[in-house]
């Protein structure tokens, strides 16, 4: 009897949680998955999201905890929610030379952007089979995937050579990143052939891996939310952004927790098309801090270093 409820209810998991798995592409011999997780039919969304994983360029899966997790979450909120690969250029690097290190990290964005790409120019191609609306994708990602998804939408606004697989005409519905930023070899970020989706960045004040404000040495610079903001508000294009007052790296993960936020988002900026342009100081001084993402950013890539 036991055995057969311990079934039933294994049975009610798979329907509950029924993903496709494709591959969207390949990169030299290496297949470039995709998990699909189609929205519950009962609330179904007219949105499809596509979620980035984080991990530094150096680890993390579209099957990881947090990934699936989230997925899981929004599939039950009725959004066809998709998880894919992408290259880790980080995953072998172990050095505390600071030229070596720029140089890395922006082959693993470039590298990032153009899985990113080739899974939108899929999921454009096919995604009818899924209900998809080309109109109404959103991106999604945490940490390293927020820096994805951020710099993807800017490299398609740049007309960018990295972004090129994705059509012209195509726009994102938005962009949700939790802790984000842009990397840009041309200054101040700057949107030349259109203007960027609709914007929600969370971040952490105190945030020592992805820089809350600006790395800059000339003309190159690593841009992080609080500096975003100000081009978006000097040129009027919508966003959102939470400050969290006294935050580390951990808002990377609050995708996972804020779902109304999320929801709420969707519903006056994509869907009602609202103009906002909202920068809001979240402080809760009941937080604490999990400890899971507190230290810098130079200890992602130390020879001893834990993926755990």
Known sequence: MRKTLFIIALLCCIETYAQETVIFGKRGETEMKMDIYEGRQEVKQDECIIYVFGGGFKS????????????????????????????????????????????????????????????IAYILEYGNKWGIDPQKIITTGSSAGAITVLQTDYYHARSSEYTKVIPS????????????????????????SHAPAPTM?????????????????GS?????????????EKAGYPYYLRRVVGAGHDVCEFGNDFTEEQLWFIEKYIRQGQ???IDETYNDKNWRSSGRFSGKTSDLYKKKYDSK
């Open 60 to 119: 993390g899966s579209r099957r990881d905890s947090v990934t699936t997790d989230y997925c899981k979450k929004m599939q039950e909120l009725g959004f066809t929610t998709i998880a894919i690969d992408y290259r880790l250029g980080m995953r072998d690097f172990c050095s505390s030379d600071k030229i070596k290190f720029i140089r890395e990290m922006e082959k693993s964005i470039h590298w990032a952007v153009e899985d990113l790409s080739m899974a």
């Open 169 to 192: 005409d195509f726009r994102f519905a938005g962009v949700m990143a939790f802790a984000g930023a842009i990397f840009s070899r041309e200054g101040l970020v700057d949107y030349t």
């Open 201 to 217: 960045m969370w971040h952490g004040t105190k945030d020592n891996v992805v820089n809350y404000g600006k790395i800059q040495i």
């Open 220 to 232: 190159l610079g690593f841009f992080g939310s609080s500096e975003l903001v100000k081009r978006f």
């Open 275 to 277: 103009l906002w342009l």
